[in-house]
């Protein structure tokens, strides 16, 4: 009796790690309060964060998107996880059923989250104009599927659409032929010289545009800060919108579209969500209590969303001093290096289930400081923001050292970890003086 009750009680903590791991994610975990998180759609460290966004402002819509709201001003596909800093939503896209409000800045339609659903890799709503809208992504392409309540709807494209202290600085939007537009967006905010180009593709054909907030344009192309561009379809059946993402110019995020021709929206969800199995896959624990399976497993998804890729697919990126480079020691180039909360405990991680990426991750560190003299302390889009005191990259590398990790050249990390270390700035001196910062020197 006793070992039947063992035998029992030992299949039974197996509970969780014995299925599938991406149902005890909840997105939505974190959005409330000061959690700064985003409940859209994203593959693991992808360029693209597709999400849905309030349109309000203040500390706590920093990732665009925040419980309490009842109203969603757009889609946008890049959006900052669990900071307090309030910059990207790149790139907004809104459903609307008629133009009645279409010139406005921002346009708030209300929903209701028991219309809201998501998962890893997907998210859903149905809005108060009773348009349902699905987003599902890829590393640098987003999947919109937009079920309109008629035969006629409208998308609206915002390249002047902003939260918090960003700003834009220019946008442009071309149509390139009856069902694709290109455009970018240039920002300025928490990062400076931002760019996000972009290049779109329609499943039916567009009936009718016109532009938005223009401050120059031709018949086909237009120009302006808080650009818009509206866009009619045929709606009597669903609308899928594939957007592409490139930081180095609309071309390239043509090509990237053009490769992305023959993915279909339920096949890219399906991949999205095979790729979070395998990520939650690697750390399994033993309990039945499934709300402590969903905040774990929740958690360790969140692991997954910084940094993030930077790069276009042939390694090429743009800083904000507009030099394009291109990245040779790895596979990609990852941004979004808030450092001084991740070396305690999130890199150590990495060392454990990110030992293949990892290399790429440092590798981004070192050309951050071939391409701005010192490791990086914060940066975002390849502008140093120099957030916080510290110098954060020295221990993450020391400690992937200490731990073997190859694919990274040594002894150049050495070289840029004692310069990082003897930087004349941000408190480095009185450090060096003290052991210690003084609250008074700086």
């Given at each position: 009796m006793k070992y039947l009750i063992f035998l029992t009680t030992f299949l039974h903590s197996f509970f969780v790690s014995a299925q599938q791991l991406t149902k005890y994610v909840d997105p939505?975990?974190?959005?409330?309060?000061?959690g700064h998180v985003y409940p859209g759609a994203v593959v693991p460290f992808g360029m693209v964060q597709l999400s849905p966004?309030?349109?309000?402002?203040?500390?706590?819509?920093?990732?665009?998107?925040?419980?309490?709201?009842?109203?969603?001003?757009?889609?946008?596909?890049?959006?900052?996880?669990?900071?307090?800093?309030?910059?990207?939503?790149?790139?907004?896209?809104?459903?609307?059923?008629?133009?009645?409000?279409?010139?406005?800045e921002k346009i708030k339609i209300p929903f209701s989250h028991a219309d809201e659903s998501a998962r890893p890799?997907?998210?859903?709503v149905a809005l108060s104009n009773q348009i349902k809208c699905e987003l599902t992504a890829n590393e640098r392409t987003g999947f919109h599927r937009y079920t309109f309540p008629g035969k006629e709807g409208?998308?609206?494209?915002?390249?002047?659409?902003?939260?918090?202290?960003?700003?834009?600085?220019?946008?442009?939007?071309?149509?390139?032929?009856?069902?694709?537009?290109?455009?970018?967006?240039?920002?300025?905010?928490?990062?400076?010289?931002?760019?996000?180009?972009?290049?779109?593709?329609?499943?039916?054909?567009?009936?009718?545009?016109?532009?938005?907030?223009d401050t120059a344009h031709t018949a086909k192309r237009a120009d302006g800060k808080l650009l818009k561009l509206a866009l009619q379809f045929a709606t009597n059946k669903p609308l899928l919108v594939k957007v592409s993402l490139s930081t180095v110019s609309s071309e390239k995020a043509l090509i990237e579209l053009n490769k992305n021709n023959a993915q279909q929206f339920n096949s890219v969800?399906?991949?999205?969500?095979?790729?979070?199995?395998k990520e939650l896959q690697k750390i399994k624990i033993?309990?039945?209590?499934?709300?402590?399976?969903?905040?774990?497993?929740?958690?360790?998804?969140?692991?997954?969303?910084?940094?993030?890729?930077?790069?276009?697919?042939?390694?090429v990126y743009?800083?904000?001093d507009n030099k394009q480079l291109k990245f040779t020691k790895g596979k990609n180039k990852y941004t979004v290096f808030s450092q001084w909360d991740v070396f305690r405990a999130l890199n150590p991680l990495?060392?454990?289930?990110?030992?293949?990426?990892?290399?790429?991750?440092?590798?981004?560190?070192?050309?951050?400081?071939?391409?701005?003299?010192?490791?990086?302390?914060?940066?975002?889009?390849?502008?140093?923001?120099?957030?916080?005191?510290?110098?954060?990259?020295?221990?993450?590398?020391?400690d992937a050292i200490l731990k073997n990790i190859k694919g990274f050249d040594y002894n150049k990390a050495y070289k840029a970890m004692h310069k990082s270390a003897f930087q004349n700035q941000r408190g480095t001196p009185e450090y060096i003086q003290y052991g210690y910062l003084p609250q008074d020197k700086h």
């Open positions: 939505f975990l974190g959005t409330g309060g000061h966004d309030n349109g309000d402002e203040g500390w706590d819509w920093c990732a665009g998107y925040h419980y309490s709201s009842g109203a969603i001003a757009g889609f946008s596909h890049m959006h900052l996880s669990g900071t307090g800093i309030g910059d990207w939503c790149d790139i907004s896209v809104l459903p609307l059923t008629d133009t009645s409000n279409i010139r406005k890799g997907y998210y859903s409208w998308l609206r494209f915002d390249m002047g659409f902003r939260i918090n202290w960003d700003q834009s600085t220019n946008g442009m939007l071309q149509m390139v032929n009856d069902s694709t537009i290109v455009g970018y967006r240039y920002s300025t905010g928490w990062a400076k010289g931002q760019k996000v180009y972009f290049a779109a593709r329609f499943s039916s054909a567009i009936k009718n545009y016109f532009f938005i907030d969800s399906k991949a999205a969500e095979k790729l979070w199995e033993n309990t039945n209590n499934k709300e402590l399976a969903t905040k774990f497993y929740t958690s360790v998804y969140r692991t997954c969303l910084a940094p993030l890729i930077s790069n276009d697919a042939d390694g743009q800083t904000h990495f060392t454990i289930t990110q030992t293949e990426r990892l290399p790429d991750m440092i590798n981004s560190m070192l050309q951050l400081y071939e391409d701005n003299g010192l490791l990086p302390v914060w940066d975002l889009s390849t502008w140093e923001t120099n957030t916080m005191t510290g110098y954060h990259s020295i221990p993450i590398i020391a």
